[in-house]
Structures are given as structure tokens and as C-alpha cells.
């Protein structure tokens, strides 16, 4: 398909255990961001990635995330030591250019016991 | 500090009738505004963009009204569908920038 792809689709850990949820952009999109949804709140921003440039984290909540973007296309979001706070959907989306509007894929829902 | 606000979690309207879903902001610099619906197990879907150079954007059932002075924008869907019973999210951005600020949704539901 042509839209932006998360795997896996849904994951349950334990808490204290590391994860990695992955986000295969559409191609061509020149940015990728990575979003959440906790139960009952909105789209919490994460991070971004544009091009070559530094990555803005300024939406992490904490060091124990970290995401990467290898070649310009497949992301990464790692959480280490997941807490229960962290349950979430976490949404990754991709934009042909600024000003343009985001496509989205449908998400990880994490649930950590 | 929310940016934009959709004060209403959630709305019920008759299908036929005019759903008018609401957002305010409260940054100036905003000058992009979106409209995304969201069903449930799916990412957000992108529905209707305004530019601030504009107060009203169409597409078919879909309005898009943006108040600069206000610092308001809503979104009329007529006649409403019970297809149209998602959740509805507004996001901004501001020129120059990449950060898209979400709210926090309103739920519409279309009775049948």
C-alpha cells in the first residue's frame, strides 16, 4: 500500500522491559513525526524528523525514549523500561512538505501491565 | 500550556441536520489549521485545511470557517452522515515551523 505503516500493530509488555515500535513512511515524504494518544487526551507530540537535519526531541517525555530515522525512511521509536504510564497509541506520520497536512498510519497501541 | 482547545469532548446530532464542531487557539503565530477525523483502531485521517489568508474553505460537505480576530475555527459538516460519527481533532501550525499542535478531539456522533 501507498499510506504509512506501523508494526506491530499492538504489543503488551511488562513493565521495566524495552520496546521498539517501527514506522515505514510514505515515500517521498521528506519528514516523519511521532505522536501518542493516551486514554482520553490528544495528540501529544514527540518528535520530528526532517531530512538530514537534527531531529527536534522536544516532545519526549523522558530519556528513556529515543527514536531514529535510518536512511531517510524506516523510524525507530525505543522505550526503555517502559512504565505503566506509558500505555498509549503511538502514532507515526509523514508530510510531503511544510505546510502540507500529515498522513498518519494506524498506530501502536502499547499497553504496559 | 494547551494551544488548541476543543472545549466540547463529545457531540450528538441528528443525521440530516448540521454538525458544527469547534476549536479555539490561543498563539498568534498560528497560520495553518487542519481538520482530522479519527474512527476507532485507525490513524487519524486528513479531511479539510484552511491558510490564515482565507476565512472559509469548502469540500462537498465539509466547511472549514477560521476567525483570525477570535482566534476561532470551526468545522460545519452538512448534512451530517451516521459515517461522519468519528472523533474530530483540529491542529495548527505556525509559518516556518513543522510542529503540528493537536486538540484534544470532539467525539460526533450522527443518529440515524
Known amino acids: 500500500g501507498a499510506g504509512v505503516s506501523q508494526s506491530p500493530s499492538n504489543k503488551v509488555t511488562e513493565k521495566g522491559k524495552d520496546v521498539e515500535l517501527r514506522c515505514d513512511p510514505i515515500?517521498?515524504?521528506?519528514?516523519l513525526y511521532w505522536y501518542r494518544q493516551s486514554l482520553g487526551q490528544g495528540l501529544e507530540f514527540l518528535i520530528y524528523?526532517?531530512?538530514?537535519?537534527?531531529?527536534?526531541k522536544s516532545g519526549l517525555p523522558s530519556d528513556r525514549f529515543s527514536a531514529e530515522r535510518t536512511g531517510g525512511s524506516v523510524s525507530t521509536l525505543t522505550i526503555q523500561r517502559t512504565q505503566q504510564e506509558d500505555s498509549a497509541v503511538y502514532l507515526c506520520?509523514?508530510?510531503f512538505g511544510e505546510g502540507s497536512p500529515l498522513h498518519f498510519g494506524n498506530g501502536t497501541r502499547l499497553t504496559v501491565t | 500550556d494547551q494551544q488548541v482547545k476543543q472545549n466540547s469532548p463529545s457531540l450528538s446530532v441528528q443525521e440530516g441536520r448540521i454538525s458544527i464542531l469547534n476549536c479555539d487557539y490561543t498563539?498568534?503565530?498560528?497560520?495553518?489549521f487542519l481538520w482530522y477525523k479519527k474512527y476507532p483502531a485507525e490513524g487519524p485521517t486528513f479531511l479539510i485545511s484552511?491558510?490564515?489568508?482565507?476565512d472559509k474553505n469548502e469540500d462537498g460537505r465539509f466547511t472549514v470557517f477560521l476567525n483570525k480576530s477570535a482566534k476561532h475555527l470551526s468545522l460545519h459538516i452538512v448534512p451530517s452522515q451516521p459515517g461522519d460519527s468519528a472523533v474530530y481533532f483540529c491542529?495548527?501550525?505556525?509559518?516556518?515551523?513543522?510542529?503540528?499542535?493537536f486538540g484534544t478531539g470532539t467525539r460526533l456522533k450522527v443518529l440515524a
Open positions: 506520520a509523514s508530510v
Open positions: 515515500s517521498g515524504h521528506t519528514a
Open positions: 524528523f526532517q531530512g538530514n537535519s537534527a531531529p527536534d
Open positions: 498563539n498568534s503565530m498560528f497560520d495553518y
Open positions: 484552511i491558510s490564515s489568508i482565507k
Open positions: 491542529a495548527a501550525s505556525a509559518g516556518g515551523t513543522y510542529k503540528y499542535i
